[in-house]
């Protein structure tokens, strides 16, 4: 959604998600869930294109609407490199290639700078805490684990065998991470507070048009004399 709000095609939004919480965005009636979002209201609003998540655990939304003949579009932005080619595509099949080409280039001249930045720099060792007790952690072949190593660092629990787990406390303290990052509303455990942490705000989580500014800030915080 974001995406699509950056390419310009706010007016032709006619649905959201719940999650969808942008200003330009009020009073467009919800779908309910990005996924098995609610059919009917869908339908209703009489849409010539639907962006849906590609999703094993969703391929009733995808036959409905191939049944019913509406358009439909799915995207899987898990990586660095899924998020460019989504901006592309959604310019090509919106019409809007200029807006998605000078986007796609302002990223692209960020996420250079970063690398840049912290060539040849030392990788700290950090853990991505998500919430959740046991705390969450961040693992390979995720955005975030990718925006940890751009940004010049090691994810400890770049081993995980998971996207995403639950590690007891006595495995997070054994990994010795020199750098904690946590997600807005995440807290370090006490065990940990002689551990340097900080806490990102949730856009930096969200993979999207925002790719630039979220690689910046978190190598901003591994290696702020990178910055200066």
């Given at each position: 959604t974001e995406t699509l709000?950056?390419?310009?095609?706010?007016?032709h939004l006619v649905g959201r998600t719940e999650y969808d919480e942008a200003p330009e965005l009020r009073g467009r009636i919800s779908v309910?869930?990005?996924?098995?979002?609610?059919?009917?209201?869908?339908i209703s609003l009489d849409p010539d294109l639907v962006i849906r998540f590609a999703s094993e655990s969703?391929?009733?939304?995808?036959?409905?609407?191939?049944?019913?003949g509406i358009r439909h579009f799915a995207i899987q932005p898990d990586g660095i490199t899924d998020i460019q080619s989504i901006i592309l595509r959604l310019g090509a099949i919106t019409g809007t290639?200029?807006?998605a080409d000078s986007l796609l280039t302002e990223i692209r001249?960020?996420?250079?700078?970063?690398?840049?930045?912290?060539?040849?720099?030392p990788r700290p060792r950090i853990a991505y805490l998500l919430g959740g007790e046991p705390p969450w952690v961040a693992g390979p072949g995720t955005y975030i684990h990718e925006l940890m190593i751009l940004g010049g660092g090691t994810n400890v629990f770049g081993d995980l065998g998971q996207l995403y787990a639950p590690v007891s406390l006595e495995e997070l303290i054994s990994r010795k991470p020199n750098l904690l990052l946590l997600s807005e509303n995440g807290l370090a455990p006490p065990e940990l507070w002689s551990v340097p942490s900080f806490r990102l705000p949730g856009s930096i989580e969200v993979p999207g048009p925002g790719l630039g500014y979220a690689a910046q800030e978190v190598a901003r915080l591994i290696h702020p004399e990178a910055f200066r």
């Open positions: 709000l950056a390419l310009g095609l706010s007016n309910g869930g990005g996924l098995q979002p609610n059919l009917e209201v869908l969703d391929i009733a939304t995808a036959e409905r609407l191939t049944d019913l290639e200029s807006s001249l960020a996420l250079g700078d970063v690398r840049q930045r912290v060539d040849g720099l």
